[in-house]
C-alpha cells in the first residue's frame, strides 16, 4: 500500500485486530484458491492516491471466480468477460449516460480519475462468496470511510448493495454526496439498481463544485 494511505490508516493497520486478519488470510492461502492475488488485494489504494479519491464505489466482496478479481471492486482483468453484476454496472452506464456500452471490464482508468474501487471484504474463497466475512475487514473498510470522511476535501460516495449501505452512517450527507441503491446483482438489479443513475449523479456533484468530471466511458 502506499505511503500517503499507510498514513491514513496507520492506526488500523498497526492495529492487533488487523494483524490477525492478515494471518486468517496467510492461513486461507494455504489451505485453497483465495481472491484476489496477494499482490493485488491492496490494487485499489495503489491506483488511487489518498488525495486524489474524488469517488468511492463501494461494494460488498471479490469476485470468487478464478481469474476475475484483481483488487479493484466490480473490475476484471482485461480480456475477462464482464461477469453478470458487471454486465448490469455497464448497461446502467449506456442508460444513464448515453453512451456505447464498453468492451472491456477493466475499471482501472476509473481508478486512475480519482475512483477508489472498495470492497466492504477484500478477499474471498474460490467459490465460496462472503466466506471472508467478520474476520477484520469491514472493520479496515470502515476505517478507510473514516480517513476519507474526515478531514480532506469531501468525496461523493456510491453505495451499491446492504454492506455497503451500512457504511452511510459514517458519513455527512451535508457534507458529501451519499448515492445508495441496489446491488447491481441479477438478484436485486430491478429493486433499484436500474434506474439509479449513479455516473450522472456523481459528475453532476463534481461540476458544482468545481471538480473536473470522471470520464466513465472506458475507452
Given at each position: 500500500?502506499?505511503?500517503?494511505w499507510?498514513?491514513?490508516l496507520?492506526?488500523?493497520?498497526?492495529?492487533?485486530?488487523?494483524?490477525?486478519?492478515?494471518?486468517?488470510?496467510?492461513?486461507e492461502?494455504?489451505?485453497g484458491?483465495?481472491?484476489?492475488?496477494?499482490?493485488?488485494v491492496f490494487a485499489?489504494f495503489?491506483?488511487c492516491?489518498f488525495e486524489?479519491?474524488?469517488?468511492?464505489?463501494l461494494?460488498?466482496?471479490p469476485?470468487?471466480?478464478?481469474?476475475?478479481?484483481?483488487?479493484?471492486c466490480?473490475?476484471?482483468?482485461?480480456g475477462?468477460?464482464p461477469p453478470?453484476s458487471l454486465?448490469?454496472?455497464?448497461?446502467?452506464?449506456?442508460?444513464?449516460?448515453?453512451?456505447?456500452?464498453?468492451?472491456s471490464?477493466?475499471?482501472?482508468p476509473?481508478?486512475?480519475?480519482?475512483?477508489?474501487?472498495?470492497?466492504?471484504t477484500?478477499?474471498?474463497r474460490?467459490?465460496e462468496?462472503?466466506s471472508?466475512?467478520?474476520q477484520?475487514w469491514e472493520e479496515?473498510?470502515?476505517?478507510?470511510?473514516?480517513?476519507?470522511?474526515?478531514?480532506?476535501?469531501p468525496?461523493?460516495?456510491?453505495?451499491?448493495?446492504?454492506?455497503?449501505?451500512?457504511?452511510?452512517?459514517?458519513?455527512?450527507?451535508?457534507?458529501?454526496?451519499v448515492?445508495?441503491?441496489?446491488?447491481?446483482?441479477?438478484?436485486?438489479v430491478?429493486?433499484?439498481f436500474?434506474?439509479?443513475k449513479?455516473?450522472?449523479?456523481?459528475?453532476?456533484?463534481?461540476?458544482?463544485?468545481?471538480?473536473?468530471?470522471?470520464?466513465?466511458?472506458?475507452k
Open positions: 500500500m502506499s505511503p500517503d499507510r498514513q491514513a496507520a492506526e488500523e493497520l498497526g492495529s492487533i485486530r488487523h494483524e490477525r486478519l492478515l494471518r486468517f488470510v496467510a492461513a492461502r494455504q489451505i484458491p483465495v481472491f484476489p492475488a496477494p499482490e493485488e485499489a495503489d491506483l492516491p486524489a479519491v474524488k469517488v468511492v464505489i461494494g460488498q466482496d469476485y470468487h471466480g478464478p481469474g476475475q478479481a484483481h483488487g479493484l466490480f473490475s476484471v482483468p482485461p475477462v468477460p453478470p454486465k448490469n454496472i455497464l448497461k446502467e452506464l449506456q442508460d444513464d449516460l448515453g453512451q456505447a456500452t464498453p468492451s471490464g477493466d475499471l482501472s476509473w481508478a486512475r480519475q480519482g475512483v477508489l474501487l472498495l470492497n466492504t477484500l478477499t474471498v474460490q467459490g462468496p462472503f471472508h466475512a467478520k477484520g479496515f473498510s470502515d476505517a478507510v470511510i473514516r480517513a476519507l470522511a474526515q478531514g480532506r476535501e468525496c461523493a460516495f456510491i453505495l451499491w448493495g446492504a454492506p455497503a449501505q451500512k457504511k452511510a452512517k459514517l458519513l455527512d450527507p451535508s457534507r458529501h454526496l448515492h445508495t441503491s441496489a446491488h447491481p446483482s441479477p438478484l436485486s430491478y429493486r433499484g436500474y434506474g439509479s449513479p455516473f450522472s449523479a456523481v459528475n453532476s456533484w463534481l461540476a458544482s463544485r468545481g471538480q473536473t468530471p470522471i470520464d466513465w466511458s472506458l
